[in-house]
Each structure stands twice: as C-alpha cells, then as structure tokens.
C-alpha cells in the first residue's frame, strides 16, 4: 500500500466520521469533586497547623508548672 493511499484514508476517516455520543457518568464527577475537597482541606489543615505551632507552644510553656522553691532546694 502505498503512503497516499493510507494518506487519503486516514484524511477521509478524520473528515467524514461521525461524533461520538460517549456518556460519562456522574462517579466519575463525584470521585472528582471528593478527591478536590479532600487535597484542599490537607492544605488548609497543613497551613493551620504550621501557623497554629507558636500558640500552642506558648500555651505549652505558660502552662507548664515552674517548681517551688522547696522542690528546687530538695532536688538540687
């Protein structure tokens, strides 16, 4: 065969074919949507716990019980 011929096949096949009716069905959109929302909110939360880290450990350090004066005498 020679390359013209399968040139003009393979023009004819692309210039005279039909549309596809291919149908998607809704999963297909909905495991879309649900894969979005759950990389979006692993953002969010990624974000917040990295701004959220210096009260925490302020809360941490001012929340920590600082020892009393006999406590610092018996274990020194």
Known sequence: MSIL???I????IVLFSS???AY???GAGISFLGS?????W???LAVAAVLFWPVRYLFRRLRRKKPSV???SVSG
């Open 24 to 26: 998607i069905g809704p």
């Open 42 to 44: 692993a953002v969010v």
């Open 19 to 21: 549309t596809a009716s």
């Open 5 to 7: 011929l399968k040139y």
């Open 70 to 72: 006999a406590e610092q």
């Open 9 to 12: 096949a393979l023009l004819s």
């Open 36 to 40: 979005l929302v759950t990389a979006l």
